[in-house]
């Protein structure tokens, strides 16, 4: 039983792991993005690139909150995950990695 629950747990910190990396991913390219479409309007591009590129800005901007609410709903798991082995295997690397992981995006979160 405790294997399958450790198991859950590598699962759940990879998920988590990986829509942290996705929300850091599209927040960059929001930032990229939007200096982009200044430059180009500082640079008195035709209308219709910048309209574009506005569409470009816009669509990244809307996977930022979807990745927020899927971090948020894969740090729950994770943290369920901590809960179901409890004392158990305190101390062992992949709960001190979930334990950090947890951590961390909850002070991400708390700072948005």
């Not at 309209?51 to 901007?61: G, I």
């Not at 809960?83 to 948005?112: F, R």
């Amino acid at each position: 039983m405790a294997s399958q629950e450790m198991k859950n747990l590598k699962i759940k910190t990879g998920v988590c792991k990986r829509v942290l990396k996705e929300l850091k991913s599209y927040e960059t390219e929001v930032e990229r993005e939007s200096a982009k479409t200044q430059k180009m309007k500082d640079n008195n591009a035709d209308s219709h690139d910048i309209k574009q590129q506005e569409n470009v800005l816009s669509e990244s901007k809307m996977m930022v909150p979807d990745c927020r609410r899927r971090l948020e709903t894969a740090v729950v798991n994770l943290e369920a995950a901590l809960a179901a082995i409890e004392g158990d295997m305190e101390g062992e690397e992949d709960v001190t990695v979930a334990q950090e992981l947890v951590a961390q995006v909850q002070s991400l979160l708390e700072v948005a």
